[in-house]
């Protein structure tokens, strides 16, 4: 078996257990927004600006921002190595980034908040890092910012309790604050603000619940016509729509210490980030605690390969108070490598390249549990797994280039491209990866070079091209219509074992209204498969020649320009206006004879909330939309 890097085409083959959120903490269930300028930006060039910033929870509260003036600045290896985004007011605007309103977002009774900062304008001005609200108390979820006397505050549910830290904050300083809202409390312990793990301050709230309010999500400002910038850099910023249990808070608070290199005054749980160990990415963790002295435990017991790239855990035993399991790696990327293997019996022995460190904090029982390596997660792929036999969890405790491995346990299972150790016992700290012995290696069956998809007036061409192939009895062309669920729609043969570069094509005649997406199986004589990555292609068969402007406009009033042989149609038209996550706040039919001059004016008449939406022409089952803003 050769496990190989692989950008182009990955193994999709089984979903890893464990919590997904940040640190290994919490799933799109209860973390509602998640950040990172590491991820998901339509930019990673320093200095250039940022349009998009996706979130990474899995509900698709991404922000944007269309305008060119009030659009942030991405920059490179700013606060331990990772990048920032600087929201500044060089443009004589303020810099901010948009988000529709959503549900997930509010109708809740608890919060957590995590925020990564580096203020550079500390004015005694409201520089605010994350709100949910239209203005000041009105559909007001939340607001975090500087303000007063370079003090921390903190909105929920409208502005009647607002309070602040006791902390001063100075300009160009790195801070790692967290927030929580418990409802469930008394009013006089419902809010609390963090500094790192340091508690700064317990606050009064009357609110039990915070409703679904009627307001956008804004990074860098108060609301949409506040003319004040945040003022600096923000690294991350992470929002649960829980109060998370104080083990959960913890984990988190360890992972973006280890990685922004953010000390913690207390509770510091990883030393893997050490100057002489520096495995500082991707830290996650499970652990126990109490929320506070005499309180009911709280834990976080397992966490995803997901978020470690490539390892995940899942406690099987009982996590006594104070027992903490935090793990991290080193390297950016992964390899299988056939060298520094001393201590592994057999032949032919690999292991990963990519190794974890395991910091244990354990006050009585022994940690055991159960360990999963995911190679997809990892950033590799594989052809063929092998059985379980052939796998060994292999730890030391110096990381030092020639120190032996020593095999603390042979896997159980090999489900789909992960590799299972049971119950395993976790007492110790040290360095951990995956090893291999194999009589044979086998080579990756496809090097395919690229996979393609374009719109060809009434049909869509699939095209890709290999380098080489081994085995390789068929190509299968699957397409789905909304990215989860893909048929087949037809098959090319392969060309079984190949050295030179091969082009093939396939076309799809059957096409539909909007987005398609293509994806390519490839199926080996003896029936394993992988899969490529996934290609989208919109198909918009409405002939239309909409022109909308002004765009951004004021109050929602747009005048619509229709082409002479747009109106030739005598079929009514719907016009809609429809925000980021389809929900619709304007409808109306035209009769094309009703139009005049080629126009139509749209007014909503100030009733429609500022931010970005779709304008969607439907005529019969076509429509057409382009996107407009309101400001």
């Known amino acids: 078996m050769k496990f190989v890097i692989l950008l182009l085409y990955t193994s999709v083959y089984y979903c890893s257990f464990g919590q997904t959120g940040p640190g290994g903490v919490g799933t799109s269930t209860n973390n509602m927004l998640w950040l990172r300028a590491d991820a998901g930006t339509n930019t990673t060039s320093n200095g250039t600006a940022v349009s998009n910033w996706t979130d990474q929870s899995g509900n698709s509260n991404s922000v944007s921002q269309a305008t060119n003036n009030k659009q942030p600045i991405y920059t490179t290896n700013l606060i331990n190595g990772n990048p920032a985004i600087l929201f500044d007011n060089n443009n004589g605007t303020n810099d901010k980034l948009v988000g529709a309103d959503a549900s997930t977002l509010d109708n809740t009774s608890g919060y957590t908040f995590f925020t990564i900062s580096r203020p550079l304008t500390l004015d005694g001005g409201a520089r605010s890092i994350v709100s949910k609200r239209t203005n000041v108390g009105i559909e007001q979820s939340f607001m975090l910012f500087y303000y007063t006397s370079n003090k921390f505050y903190v909105d929920i549910q409208t502005n009647d309790n607002r309070f602040n830290g006791t902390t001063t904050y100075s300009p160009n300083n790195n801070y790692l604050i967290n927030v929580v809202y418990d409802g469930t409390l008394s009013s006089a312990s419902r809010s609390k603000l963090y500094n790192g793990n340091n508690l700064d301050v317990r606050a009064s709230e009357t609110n039990t619940s915070v409703p679904n309010n009627n307001s956008p999500l804004i990074i860098g400002s108060t609301d949409l016509n506040d003319p004040r910038p945040f003022g600096g850099y923000i690294a991350e910023v992470i929002g649960y729509r829980t109060a ?17 290199n953010i000390a913690l005054a207390s509770e510091d749980k990883y030393a893997g980030d050490n100057s002489l160990i520096n495995f500082d990415k991707d830290v996650a963790g499970i652990g126990s605690d109490t929320i506070m002295p005499g309180s009911v ?7 995803s390969s997901s978020v470690t790239k490539g390892l995940g855990i899942t406690s099987t035993s009982v996590l006594d ?23 592994m019996t057999g032949t032919s022995n690999t292991r990963w390249q990519r190794v974890w460190y395991f910091d244990v904090t354990n006050t ?40 032996s491995w020593t095999e603390i346990a042979t896997a159980n299972s090999v489900t789909g491209d992960m590799v299972s150790f049971s119950n395993v016992n976790l007492q110790n700290d040290g360095y951990y990866t995956l090893g291999y012995h194999f009589s044979s290696v086998i080579v990756l069956p496809v090097e395919l070079s690229s996979f393609n998809t374009e719109l060809n007036y009434d049909q869509v061409d699939v095209f890709w091209t290999t380098f080489s192939e081994t085995n390789n009895d068929y190509f299968s062309i699957e397409k789905s219509e909304n990215g989860k669920d893909f048929y087949e729609i037809g098959q090319i043969k392969g060309k079984g074992n190949s050295t030179q570069t091969s082009n093939y094509l396939f076309t799809d005649e059957k096409i539909v209204e909007g987005i398609s997406y293509y994806r390519l199986k490839q199926v080996d004589f003896n029936g394993r498969y992988t899969h490529s990555t996934i290609k989208s292609v919109e198909n918009e068969l409405i002939e239309l020649a909409m022109n909308v402007f002004p765009n951004p406009s004021e109050n929602g009033n747009f005048k619509i320009h229709f082409s002479e042989n747009d109106l030739k149609n005598e079929e009514p038209l719907t016009i809609q206006l429809v925000d980021l996550a389809g929900k619709i706040f304007h409808s109306e039919e035209l009769l094309p004879d009703k139009i005049s001059n080629h126009h139509h004016e749209m007014n909503t008449f100030g009733s429609i909330p500022k931010g970005v939406y779709y304008l969607i022409i439907h005529r019969n089952n076509r429509k057409k939309s382009t996107k407009v803003i309101i400001q």
């Open 364 to 403: 009585s029982s022994v940690l055991n549990g159960t360990v999963e390596f995911d190679v997809s997660n990892s950033g590799m792929a594989v052809n063929s797994m092998g059985v379980a036999g052939d796998y060994v969890l292999l730890y030391r405790s110096s990381n030092s280039i020639g120190t």
């Open 244 to 260: 998370l249990n104080k083990a959960s808070r913890i984990i988190v608070n360890n992972y973006l210490s280890a990685k922004y």
């Open 321 to 343: 108070v104070g027992d903490y399991l935090l793990i991290g790696h080193g390297s950016a990327y992964n390899s299988e490598m056939s060298t520094d293997v001393a201590g």
């Open 297 to 303: 435990v709280g834990s976080n017991t397992s966490f």
